[in-house]
């Protein structure tokens, strides 16, 4: 996980500007520095940056049965389905590592059948209305699904983040997991929020 | 003393010291699990960001009631979660890791403080650190300090007390006992004793067998003397006894020399005598015998058979006069002539005189048995003469009878390898052995067998001269055998 140091505020020199052009020259620099925290202690990385790295991590808690791990490749794909919140800070995350040996990528699908060899699946927002679809698509696959959906983790999801006190947290659902064949940690379990045992109650 | 209490003082170190290395040891072994095992369980805490859960872990290290506080930084060395036990959150000033080292620590402030990677999958996720207190250890290590020099102190004090007790019962007894024996072996006075004890333990035992070891020696040391004495009187006695049988032999032998000169002159003397004295007598003799026979030739018809008789016995007795006078003549020559020793046959020449006396008397049966290849070292002549007498003397006395043996052999058996001749004739007397050698002297009467008497005395003459002696051993009727040696 990269940690993002704090910047001070570039002042603009007063002499051979006019003082209009001054304020405007102020405020496009301000604008263009990306926000900063006063108290350059505390680096704050970005929300789909901490997401990232804990799809990576994620990863690394799960262990696929057999048969899950059967339809899989010799690498581990991390993939995004839908529109991509995350971007390039996926790829520079995910880069350079590997889970059990194999070399982790960061993928982007948009049909069901392209993710059934991905280990880990991201579900944008933006399929809320085809979940179930999904979802089903992606029955006994051994597929880790993660998503912000509302309510995911009850519609037949397995993880959904959760924001708790300003910290992006999540919750599990152990039944989804173990269908699909996998089976979740236990230390990843207890810094879960909630874990559920719940049987897909649809939509 | 000094050296046992420095010897005990020394082990203890020793001991305590090894303690306390090992017991650090174990601490910190255990430390290291304790914070593996820590470590391990709030990876996903710090992964997910969740501190809450990183410090119910760590709240686990309340069981060990040495645990002083422990943390749980990020990776880069934010505190995350911390645990201590007396609530006050004060996080220590960590020693830092070094690249590629896993693990560290510091011992200081009565405390051990230890600093692990925790590592999850390969990968450094943070840091965890643990403090335990080593109060519990160094207080035990004191109480071992204490009960030491307890224990030294009061042994010390102890072998102080002991120390007089054994001086007197045991080291005092012995001390005197070497120095009596010094005593002893310096003044060579073995009635000394050691003073007996009245203990009835080893040292007593010792003093008991020491004492009577002495007496022993004394005993023998007396023996020893007394038989010194004796041999040096018995050495005395003889060295006198000595002295003067020196002295009588010396006197003998000087007086052996002398009556040998004047045995020697005396022989010298006879010699002369008997010589001139045959060649004197002679000359008549021979007047006798051959006017006698003259008278015999010329007158004898004139003359009636006595009258003739009386004349042969004139010549009878001239005649043997002759041959006693040949006979002494030869006596003397053998003794004035002088000895060339060579070697030679002496079988050849028993030989030669066997066959010249069986030529003489061709009727006789006499059977001769010689040895054959004796050889003998001495003068040719003188030994012929010799072997003629002694042959002659066995021929002689075995013509009574009718057949005879004569031997002629060497005799080994008494060591000395003597010479015989043997006959198996008249022989002699034993009784009188010592005349058989005498001049003139004859066991025999002259009408049994002729003789002079001069033959034996003349070998044993020619014997003597050769360095040899004669001896003869005979019986009555049975025979004689002389030996003799050169």
């Known amino acids: 996980m990269q940690h993002f140091t704090a910047e001070s505020p570039v002042s603009a020199s007063q002499d051979q500007v006019s003082p209009r052009n001054r304020l405007l020259i102020f405020w496009v620099i301000l604008f263009l520095i990306p926000p900063f925290n006063l108290r350059a202690q505390q680096p704050k990385a970005s929300e789909f940056e901490v997401k990232a790295a804990y799809l990576y991590n994620f990863g690394r808690f799960v262990q696929w049965s057999p048969a899950a791990a059967s339809a899989k490749g010799s690498s581990f794909p991390i993939c995004v389905f839908g529109q991509d919140p995350f971007g390039a800070i996926l790829d520079t995350i995910l880069s350079g590592e590997s889970i059990d040996g194999k070399a982790v990528v960061a993928k982007r699908v948009s049909k069901a059948q392209d993710a059934l060899d991905c280990r880990v699946l991201y579900i944008s927002a933006s399929e809320d209305s085809h979940l179930k679809e999904i979802l089903a698509g992606l029955d006994k696959a051994g597929v880790l699904t993660v998503s912000d959906i509302p309510q995911f983790s009850q519609r037949g999801g397995m993880i959904q983040f959760v924001v708790v006190a300003n910290k992006i947290r999540f919750e599990v659902n152990l039944t989804s997991a173990q269908d699909a064949g996998l089976t979740l940690s236990s230390d990843l379990l207890k810094v879960a929020v909630a874990v559920r045992r719940s049987q897909q109650s649809g939509d | 003393m000094l050296v046992s209490g420095a010897a005990l003082l020394l082990a203890c170190a020793a001991f305590i010291g090894y303690d306390l290395v090992s017991f650090r040891r174990a601490a910190v072994y255990n430390l290291s699990i304790q914070a593996q095992i820590a470590g391990s369980n709030a990876v996903s805490a710090i992964l997910f960001d969740d501190p809450s859960s990183a410090e119910k872990t760590l709240s686990a290290l309340q069981a060990s009631p040495n645990i002083v506080s422990a943390g749980i930084l990020t990776l880069d060395g934010r505190p995350f979660a911390a645990y201590s036990r007396n609530k006050d959150g004060k996080i220590p000033v960590l020693p830092s890791l070094a690249a590629g080292q896993d693990e560290t620590y510091r011992f200081g402030g009565g405390a051990v403080l230890l600093v692990r990677s925790i590592v999850f999958q390969g990968k450094p996720t943070g840091t965890i650190y643990i403090q335990s207190s080593m109060e519990g250890l160094y207080a035990r290590l004191k109480l071992y300090a204490g009960i030491s020099a307890i224990v030294l102190a009061v042994s010390l004090l102890v072998a102080l007390l002991i120390s007089p007790i054994v001086q007197r019962e045991v080291a005092r007894p012995i001390v005197q006992l070497a120095e009596i024996a010094q005593l002893i072996s310096r003044d060579k006075n073995y009635s000394v004793r050691a003073e007996p004890s009245n203990t009835h333990d080893e040292i ?283």
Not at chain 2, 410 to 436: K, M, V
């Open chain 2, 204 to 486: 007593s035992v010792l003093v008991d067998a020491f004492n009577s070891m002495l007496t022993q020696i004394q005993e023998r040391d007396g023996a020893l003397r007394r038989a010194r004495d004796e041999l040096e009187q018995k050495v005395h006695e003889r060295t006198s006894e000595l002295t003067r049988a020196n002295l009588l032999l010396t006197q003998e032998v000087a007086e052996h020399k002398r009556t040998e000169e004047a045995l020697e002159t005396a022989n010298k003397e006879l010699d002369a005598f008997s010589y001139s004295v045959s060649h004197d007598l002679r000359a008549p003799l021979r007047g006798i015998d051959g006017f006698s026979q003259a008278l015999l030739e010329d007158y004898g018809d004139k003359l009636d058979s006595v009258g003739q008789d009386h004349l042969q016995r004139v010549r009878l007795a001239a005649q043997r006069m002759s041959t006693l006078i040949d006979d002494l003549l030869k006596l003397s020559r053998v003794t004035r002539s002088e000895m060339h020793r060579e070697q030679l046959d002496l079988s050849a020449v028993v030989k030669a005189i066997a066959e010249e006396l069986q030529h003489g008397a061709p009727s006789r049966n006499v059977t001769f048995v010689i040895t054959e290849g004796l050889m003998a070292d001495g003068d040719p002549r003188l030994l012929r003469v010799a072997i003629e007498n002694l042959l002659g003397n066995s021929w002689k006395y075995t013509s009574a009878h009718s057949c005879a043996r004569i031997e002629f052999g060497i005799d080994q058996s008494n060591g000395r390898p003597a010479y015989f001749i043997r006959d198996d004739g008249a022989g002699f007397d034993p009784r009188y052995s010592e005349r058989l050698f005498g001049a003139f002297q004859r066991l025999h009467a002259m009408n049994e067998f002729p003789g002079t008497g001069i033959g034996l005395a003349t070998v044993q003459r020619i014997i003597r001269k050769h360095g040899g002696e004669i001896w003869a051993e005979g019986e009555v009727e049975k025979g004689a055998t002389f030996y003799f040696t050169l």
